[in-house]
């Protein structure tokens, strides 16, 4: 029988040879992907019922011990670990490395710039008509703010939630800021505004129902209506401040998990975990302090476009626990900084004796209330995670990460500042110190994640040549007079075909004498002042269609 060795190292020797012999870079002239058809009419499905407590516990817990217990997922991290095997990267990028548009996200403002105005607006307003009575047509029976659900005089339905007493405006202001981001972002949201009305306009409809003792459902009454009042803060003039949020088109069917896919969904084809727009969500929601984003905050709708296709659309929800606050009450120090139960930092913490201290564990001053607790001291933008575990998020590479940290640096200081501004918040010392503080956290997700690619991006070409961005540059994070590219061809196997030649602080490579129909690559790597080491490698492989005219193929970015 042969020595137990060769059973160990086989199917490291047959990793080697499937990686050593792989072949080149997939090349092609036909169109980059940037839909994908997942809108295909299908029956109607069933609603996902969401269980709250049971989202929890499956992500805190079975999530947590299920993972060492999996041999795929211990195979995959133990060959991470020693190098010999790849990370999985996302299976929805095209050969730009980009996300197509599809119903679960499209292109927005990083591809197709928004001005401030647009940026403000985001998916649209969510102002309920005041020509005539807003009827409560059901109680707001999940999660823990006080609102209810209206019908204003023109029949559009919205939910009304109200900030708690002594955190007035917190709630209110970051459900309506990261709305506005995330849609810029390119994701689905509700049409989502600050609102004040006096209550003499509310009236309760003939079938809304309230939670009684025991359990028991029963009619609504003035005296219900009061009592959610009560605890609300009354502004001048007996008005209330609140988020009005129009309820979506379409038939709701549930939430979607951050992994696995919906079997009643044949466009669903991608896992969830592998999906790059939910991998790189998780830079962005760093940058918010979203900590909640997970399964519970997410929405199905069966909707039907403008073509008569019915299809599944998905959307990200419940806003109100970002940057400090916690919808009730703000966030504690330790919301980013680790999950509730970490069995990572549990550990180390029982075998330090309580000698190990965590940066959060002495909190800052809150200085402004309306804001909460939102602090830059101890953010890591690598090292940030929700409150409970998100598959999606644990499986972000690098590349998902410089993916989500473009588009959060895409956002300049007036864009940030417009953003902002649509929270009302009345402090304007509040208002500034938001928009201090993201914007000096979008430089630290930018310098983070740039720092593990090279971020050179938006690739062109023209009669001169093939033309990049650098984003460092752009973001102002580095000096275009203080860098050099340093470049080589390619051929279509991905092989060294060309002289190493280098550009300072120019950003387009010349190209003269390349045979025509053919395909070609530049590799190109970049050195920063101060640095010693150039940065890991993009490649950007062309088509020379004739002399002087290129296509854009494929980009590649080196882990």
């Known amino acids: 029988m042969p020595h137990s060795g060769f059973w160990i190292l086989t199917p490291v020797f047959l990793l080697w040879v499937l990686i050593g012999c792989s072949a080149g870079p997939h ?51 133990a060959g991470n670990l020693l190098n010999l095997a790849p990370v999985k990267q996302a299976d929805n990028v095209n050969a730009l490395d980009e996300v197509p548009n599809s119903s679960w996200y499209t292109n927005r403002h990083f591809l197709h710039p928004m001005t401030p105005e647009e940026l403000a607006r985001g998916p649209g307003l969510a102002l309920p008509d005041t020509g005539g009575p807003w009827e409560i047509t059901e109680d707001k029976s999940e999660g823990g703010t006080a609102g209810f659900w209206i019908r204003d005089a023109t029949g559009t339905r919205f939910i009304l939630k109200f900030d708690s007493k002594g955190n007035d405006e917190m709630a209110s202001s970051s459900e309506v800021i990261a709305t506005k981001i995330l849609h810029a972002a390119g994701y689905n949201v509700p049409k989502n505004s600050v609102v004040t009305f006096h209550p003499s306009i509310l009236r309760i409809g003939p079938k809304v129902k309230v939670t009684g003792p025991g359990g028991v459902r029963r009619p609504m009454t003035e005296a219900d209506l009061q009592d959610i009042l009560s605890r609300i803060t009354v502004q001048p003039g007996g008005r209330l401040r609140c988020v009005a949020s129009e309820f979506l088109k379409g038939v709701p069917v549930g939430v979607f998990d951050y992994h696995g896919r919906r079997r009643d969904d044949p466009n669903d084809r991608v896992d969830h975990e592998h999906r790059r727009e939910l991998r790189g969500l998780r ?13 519970a905050n997410t929405l199905n709708f069966y909707v039907t476009d403008e073509r008569g296709r019915s299809y599944i659309k998905h959307y990200l929800i419940d806003m109100g626990s970002c940057f400090g606050s916690n919808n009730l009450m703000p966030h504690p120090p330790k919301y980013g900084n680790e999950y509730v139960w970490d069995p990572r930092t549990v550990g180390l913490s029982l075998f330090a004796l309580g000698l190990y201290k965590k940066a959060w ?59 902002v501004r649509t929270g009302h918040l009345s402090d304007p010392g509040a208002e500034a110190e938001l928009t201090r503080l993201l914007i000096e956290r979008r430089d630290m997700i930018g310098r983070h994640w740039f720092g593990r690619i090279n971020p050179l991006d938006r690739f062109s070409a023209d009669e001169r040549g093939i033309r990049f961005e650098d984003l460092a540059v752009r973001g102002r994070l580095a000096s275009a007079s203080e860098t050099t590219y340093r470049y080589r061809l390619l051929n279509a196997q991905g092989k060294v075909a060309g002289p190493e030649r280098t550009l300072r602080g120019e950003t387009c490579i010349p190209m003269t004498g390349l045979p025509p129909k053919q395909f070609y690559g530049y590799e190109v790597r970049t050195l920063r002042a101060g640095q010693t080491a150039w940065s890991r490698y993009t490649r950007v492989y062309f088509y020379t269609s004739e002399p002087g005219r290129y296509q854009i193929v494929r980009v590649e970015r080196e882990e």
Request: charged content about 30%.
């Open 27 to 77: 090349l092609t002239t036909k169109p980059v992907k940037w839909t994908d058809p997942d809108n295909k009419t299908i029956p109607k499905p069933k609603e996902i019922e969401e269980n709250q407590a049971w989202d929890i516990l499956d992500h805190t817990l079975f999530y947590e011990v299920g993972k060492p217990l999996d041999l795929g997922w211990t195979a995959r991290r």
């Open 361 to 419: 564990e002495d909190p800052l001053p809150m200085k402004h209330p309306s804001l909460g607790y939102f602090e830059n001291e101890t953010f890591r933008p690598g090292r940030w995670v929700p409150t409970y575990p998100n598959p999606a998020f644990e499986r972000c590479t690098n590349r998902d990460g410089y993916w989500g940290a473009k588009i959060v640096m895409s956002f300049s200081d007036e864009d940030v500042a417009a953003m």
């Open 283 to 295: 830079v962005i929601a760093s940058w918010m302090n979203d900590a909640d984003r997970r399964a």
